[in-house]
């Protein structure tokens, strides 16, 4: 039996892409499947997944400085076949395993230096020095993995030029999260929802004014980022329509979707987002109801494509007003684009097709020479 080893001090351990997608299906497949992350959670043994724990970071400063000494120590001390990591600023422990004559894997989820222009405490001055230096360090590293790993097309795309070994493995949802849809429609709420990181880019406050003008509720759940911009939100007219339900969790997501006419996904124009494929717009087809989205040209080709919901300019207030009022006012044709997303899911975007080209990917280093 082969060991593999994913490693991440980033995310949580049961990260959906990570632990839910990644590591169980290795499982399935045969692999001995480790993984280590900093929660301080203990160690344990889920789903045939071997999960290490190096500690909870106080702070980004010490889990940047400190943590990967530690996460290095702990893998070298598992002795895998094959490591996978997950995070950008693991990209040195890469190396470092490259050097002693591992096979390492680079998961890149997001396109980082795009990802650059979003972050809110970097000064604007800053940002596209900022991200030149990011890309030109991540592409040098990036040289010498044994198999780069993306989430999309794009950020492959850009991978291809330093490293040929490099293939994507779309973040689509697992079916078997989605295999009934139990609510009939006519006792769904009157409600739209949003479900994910709470964040002024994600168009989260244009969505609560948007409800504010039809009187109609908004079900958001997800971790406010930062607290200023929950006390924007929280001030706005539109808050008496939220019900804020905070972080959830995958069930509480489900029930939250049951409940629901529709999915938000209206992210502003960003340069991370625009070639980007959001895993929540998957998740609201593959629970059967009509998607409202950001009209980029990569969003509208899946959503109008596939005849699943509207696609609006994410900072326009009353055209996303439209949009919900359109859904929320007629329930047949809500119905059937809720049931051409499903569609859509079932027939292209899960993971149950995805993890094909993860397992091959696997194939291809444990059947190199080198």
Same mark, same amino acid.
């Given at each position: 039996? @082969?060991?593999?080893?994913?490693? !991440?001090?980033?995310?949580?351990?049961?990260?959906?892409?990570?632990? =839910?997608?990644?590591?169980?299906?290795?499982?399935?497949?045969?692999?001995?499947?480790?993984?280590?992350?900093?929660?301080?959670?203990?160690?344990?043994?889920?789903? &045939?997944?071997?999960?290490?724990?190096?500690?909870?970071? %106080?702070? @980004?400063? #010490?889990?940047?400085?400190?943590?990967?000494?530690?996460?290095?120590?702990?893998?070298?001390?598992?002795?895998?076949?094959?490591?996978?990591?997950?995070?950008?600023?693991?990209?040195?422990?890469?190396?470092?395993?490259?050097?002693? &004559?591992?096979? $390492?894997?680079?998961? *890149?989820?997001?396109?980082? /230096?795009?990802?650059?222009?979003?972050? /809110?405490?970097?000064?604007?001055?800053?940002?596209?020095?900022?991200?030149?230096?990011?890309? %030109?360090?991540?592409?040098?590293?990036?040289?010498?993995?044994?198999?780069?790993?993306?989430?999309?097309?794009?950020?492959?795309?850009?991978?291809?030029?330093?490293?040929?070994?490099?293939?994507?493995?779309?973040?689509?949802?697992?079916?078997?999260?989605?295999?009934? =849809?139990?609510? /009939?429609?006519?006792?769904?709420?009157? *409600?739209?929802?949003?479900?994910?990181?709470?964040?002024?880019?994600?168009?989260?406050?244009?969505?609560?004014?948007?409800?504010? #003008?039809?009187?109609?509720?908004? =079900?958001?759940?997800? +971790?406010?980022?930062?607290?200023?911009?929950? @006390?924007?939100?929280?001030?706005?007219? &539109?808050?008496?329509?939220?019900?804020?339900?905070?972080?959830?969790?995958?069930?509480?997501?489900?029930?939250?979707?049951?409940? !629901?006419?529709?999915?938000?996904?209206?992210?502003?124009?960003?340069?991370?987002? +625009?070639?980007?494929?959001?895993?929540?717009?998957?998740?609201?087809?593959?629970?059967?109801? /009509?998607?409202? *989205?950001?009209?980029?040209?990569?969003?509208?080709?899946?959503?109008?494509?596939?005849?699943?919901?509207?696609? $609006?300019?994410? %900072?326009? +207030?009353?055209?996303?007003?439209?949009?919900?009022?359109?859904?929320?006012?007629?329930?047949?044709?809500?119905?059937?684009?809720?049931?051409?997303?499903?569609?859509?899911?079932?027939?292209?975007?899960?993971?149950?097709?995805?993890?094909?080209?993860?397992?091959?990917?696997?194939?291809?280093?444990?059947? *190199?020479?080198?």
């Amino acid at each position: 039996m @082969k060991r593999v080893c994913h490693l !991440s001090t980033v995310h949580k351990r049961f990260d959906t892409r990570i632990f =839910i997608k990644e590591c169980r299906s290795l499982v399935e497949q045969g692999y001995e499947v480790h993984l280590i992350v900093a929660d301080d959670l203990g160690e344990e043994k889920k789903d &045939g997944v071997r999960i290490h724990n190096i500690g909870h970071p %106080k702070g @980004k400063i #010490q889990r940047l400085l400190f943590f990967p000494k530690k996460i290095l120590k702990k893998a070298i001390a598992i002795d895998a076949d094959i490591y996978h990591f997950h995070d950008p600023e693991l990209i040195f422990i890469g190396r470092r395993l490259i050097k002693k &004559g591992k096979k $390492v894997v680079y998961d *890149a989820h997001e396109d980082v /230096p795009r990802q650059i222009f979003t972050k /809110p405490y970097l000064p604007k001055l800053l940002m596209r020095s900022v991200s030149s230096l990011v890309e %030109k360090l991540e592409n040098g590293m990036a040289r010498k993995f044994s198999f780069i790993i993306t989430a999309t097309p794009h950020i492959k795309n850009r991978f291809l030029k330093v490293n040929k070994r490099t293939e994507v493995v779309h973040n689509f949802p697992s079916l078997s999260e989605y295999e009934e =849809i139990t609510t /009939p429609w006519e006792k769904k709420e009157e *409600a739209v929802c949003y479900i994910g990181g709470i964040y002024e880019v994600r168009g989260i406050y244009e969505n609560i004014e948007a409800l504010a #003008q039809l009187h109609r509720k908004l =079900i958001l759940a997800g +971790i406010f980022q930062p607290k200023e911009f929950q @006390k924007k939100c929280e001030s706005s007219k &539109g808050w008496q329509y939220v019900e804020f339900e905070g972080f959830v969790n995958r069930k509480e997501m489900a029930s939250i979707l049951a409940r !629901s006419k529709a999915g938000l996904v209206t992210l502003h124009p960003t340069v991370n987002y +625009i070639d980007s494929l959001p895993v929540k717009m998957f998740e609201y087809m593959a629970s059967g109801i /009509p998607v409202i *989205a950001s009209n980029f040209e990569l969003w509208k080709t899946i959503v109008e494509g596939s005849h699943c919901g509207i696609c $609006v300019d994410p %900072k326009n +207030i009353s055209e996303i007003a439209h949009a919900v009022k359109l859904i929320l006012d007629n329930d047949e044709l809500s119905k059937q684009m809720g049931a051409n997303g499903r569609r859509a899911v079932l027939e292209k975007y899960n993971w149950d097709l995805e993890k094909k080209a993860l397992f091959e990917v696997y194939d291809k280093l444990i059947n *190199a020479t080198s």
